[in-house]
């Protein structure tokens, strides 16, 4: 089983000031990890994706993410927010191997961009 | 470039009243979901098909009804609809059933439901 714990809620930043969500996963295997983004009145839409290729996985926008095994965690960063990055994360997990169908979501971060 | 596309895109329903949710990929994609999202429970899911005629349930299954038409089409249906039942549904779909590849999931655009 796998889960996920995004720490905080709600993240607000300046323009231009460095944007960091965490994400915290629990897997008994090897985790496949994703980073999410979902606008208001939208679907989500894919930022990034770990897949045991590369510890530091950059995304869409400037977004990236470094897996750390040791801390089990999965924090997404950009250097300078943007006032269009203000929208809702998810980070989710899922086991690797296996018959596993199943994608565990966090329960998102609202990110508010001030100007 | 459709995608994952789902009707309707708004509905209001009245306590007790039935309906269905239609979803469609057009990507030839073997495994198809729905989830449901509520404020500050994230996205939880309600049934998924892993391939073509099979159908399981997710963590919330309770007062829903699932239908995989064919290898395109996903339906969800709430025969008896309940106020707990407000929520954004997204329906999503995957290349393949397992996640040996780490292959993305793709998203629909949501379907707003109020029960009243």
């Known amino acids: 089983a796998q889960s996920v714990t995004q720490l905080g809620s709600h993240v607000s930043v300046s323009e231009g000031a460095l944007v960091l969500l965490r994400c915290n996963y629990s897997?008994?295997?090897?985790?496949?990890l994703f980073w999410y983004v979902q606008y208001p009145n939208q679907g989500l839409q894919l930022l990034l994706k770990y897949t045991s290729a590369a510890t530091l996985v950059k995304g869409i926008n400037g977004f990236e993410a470094e897996f750390k095994k040791s801390e089990t965690s999965f924090h997404l960063t950009k250097p300078s927010a943007h006032m269009s990055d203000a929208a809702e994360y998810f980070c989710a997990v899922t086991a690797t191997g296996g018959s596993n169908y199943k994608l565990t979501f966090g329960k998102g971060t609202l990110l508010t961009v001030n100007p | 470039n459709a995608g994952v596309t789902q009707t309707p895109k708004f509905q209001v329903l009245k306590t007790g009243q039935s309906m269905t949710l239609q979803c469609a990929q057009d990507?030839?994609?073997?495994?198809m979901y729905w989830y449901r999202q509520d404020p500050g429970m994230g996205l939880r899911l309600i049934y998924y098909s892993a391939s073509e005629g099979t159908t399981d349930k997710g963590e919330v299954p309770n007062g829903y009804n699932v239908s995989r038409l064919n290898k395109r089409e996903f339906s969800l249906r709430l025969e008896s609809a309940a106020p707990s039942q407000t929520s954004v549904y997204f329906c999503?779909?995957?290349?393949?059933?397992?996640?040996?590849?780490?292959?993305?999931?793709?998203f629909g655009e949501g379907s707003w439901l109020t029960v009243v």
């Open positions: 999503a779909s995957r290349l393949s059933a397992g996640f040996s590849s780490g292959n993305t999931i793709y």
């Open positions: 897997s008994s295997v090897p985790p496949y």
């Open positions: 990507m030839n994609h073997n495994s």
